[in-house]
């Protein structure tokens, strides 16, 4: 076959691209070489429907082996006592969760997108506001934080079946123990969707959902640094006193509910190349090297919010707990998207995004969210976020100026060029 060169001449533009800029989206990162590797290894070629040990094919030996030490190392380092691995991505892990512990028509509490969360906690464009009935709680509007008492007072007047914690856009760290409390109140299952800060809360830098939380999903690509990928856990609660069924009526665990919804309820075979790839960074997430790099994500978070509240700059909550922050810009009269466009051009990447009670649409938004994983990986620090927060705040009051964008895209390839991605 011949080498398909347009395809590999636009990945290697995406490598230039990766390489030069400054990237701040705060739901990505860098995988390691050896993590790519195996994303892009044999096993690629192999079927394996089913768990280790009972598949649908023949010629499972190796996979299997490869797939149980993926689900011993998940394990280990979310002390959890239940994983399946299978999930393609967050949003089909949180499919199976759904499809697991409900029936369509019931009462979902999500936190807002609008306010921080994701769609598949309940937005009606989303599977999970389409098949289930969504409610939703927000952040207090004077502290930004989690309107706990909101979540409290739906949950007893609606009385969901599931509560779902977690989100894309919150800086702050969650109180699981009082969301289980709510929960318990009413006889509900409470899901942690913890796919932003699951690298930090292994490591034990956020408050752990495992001992509070019923399931708990995550992705495995952002700050958890792994192949593009999905994770569900359970750490205790493996009883099933509210009766669910299989769909073939009978009552089992909440586990087994779990691994059928997962396969054969919303996939078919594994992607064991990716499985293969999420065993490795679930062990490089084990290193010591890589507790040095959480700590790091979250000291560059806090100095690089601490520059913009400094410069004036309105933060959601004030400051961050995690690896992002949420900028509200309607002080400095531009909307997210042109935000995100005159960064683009500086060459420094991020994403614009709906700020809690946004006027605009989700089109324009009124904010930006940074995040600082990806940028932590390639080595920088607290010194560096000082440099990059002036050039975020020169590219705003510039815009509109193509010249000194273009000028402060020369200063960040100099940047990033001291700190080679793939060396
Ligand atoms: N859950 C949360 C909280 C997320 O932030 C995201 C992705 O941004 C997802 C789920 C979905 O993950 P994926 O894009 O892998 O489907």
Request: aromatic share 8%.
């Amino acid at each position: 076959m011949r080498r398909d060169e347009t395809i590999f001449n636009l990945i290697n533009r995406e490598l230039t691209r990766q390489e030069e800029g400054i990237e701040l989206i705060a739901s990505e990162n860098f995988v390691s070489k050896q993590v790519m590797e195996a994303a892009g290894s044999v096993l690629t070629n192999k079927y394996a429907e089913g768990l280790p040990g009972k598949r649908y094919y023949g010629g499972c030996e190796v996979v299997d082996e490869v797939e149980t030490i993926a689900i011993e190392r998940a394990k280990q380092l979310f002390n959890a006592e239940w994983v399946n691995v299978q999930p393609h991505s967050g949003a089909q892990a949180n499919a199976a969760v759904f499809l697991a512990l409900l029936q369509p028509g019931d009462k979902i509490l999500g936190f807002d997108l609008s306010h921080g969360g994701h769609l598949t906690h309940g937005s009606p464009v989303n599977f999970s506001g389409k098949l289930y009935q969504p409610l939703f709680y927000g952040v207090d509007k004077e502290t930004g934080l989690i309107d706990y008492k909101q979540l409290e007072e739906v949950a007893l007047q609606e009385r969901p079946k599931v509560i779902i914690c977690g989100a894309s856009a919150y800086s702050r760290d969650w109180d699981y123990a009082f969301i289980r409390r709510v929960a318990d109140e009413i006889g509900a299952l409470v899901v942690a969707d913890i796919s932003h800060p699951a690298g930090l809360i292994a490591r034990g830098l956020l408050s752990d959902p495992l001992p509070h939380c019923h399931v708990v999903t995550t992705t495995t690509h952002k700050t958890l640094r792994g192949p593009r990928g999905g994770l569900i856990m359970v750490g205790k609660d493996f009883e099933n006193p509210w009766g669910i069924k299989t769909p073939k009526g009978e009552v089992r665990s909440i586990t087994s509910l779990l691994d059928l919804a997962v396969f054969p309820g919303t996939q078919g075979g594994p992607l064991e190349h990716i499985i293969a790839a999420k065993a490795i960074a679930f062990g490089e997430a084990l290193s010591e090297e890589y507790m040095e790099y959480v700590i790091q994500v979250k000291k560059n978070a806090a100095a690089l919010a601490k520059v913009f509240v400094d410069k004036g700059y309105s933060i959601i909550s004030g400051g961050t707990d995690n690896h992002l922050m949420l900028i509200d810009l309607r002080n400095k009269g531009i909307s997210g998207k042109a935000a995100e466009a005159a960064l683009g051009k500086a060459g420094i990447t991020i994403n614009k995004n709906m700020v809690p009670f946004d006027d605009k649409s989700p089109f324009v938004t009124s904010g930006i969210r940074l995040g600082t994983a990806a940028i932590t990986s390639r080595g920088l620090k607290e010194e560096q976020m000082l440099e990059i927060a002036e050039m975020i705040d020169v590219a705003l009051i510039k815009h509109d100026d193509d010249t000194a964008l273009g000028k402060i895209h020369n200063k960040v390839k100099l940047l990033m060029a001291e700190y080679p991605l793939y060396k």
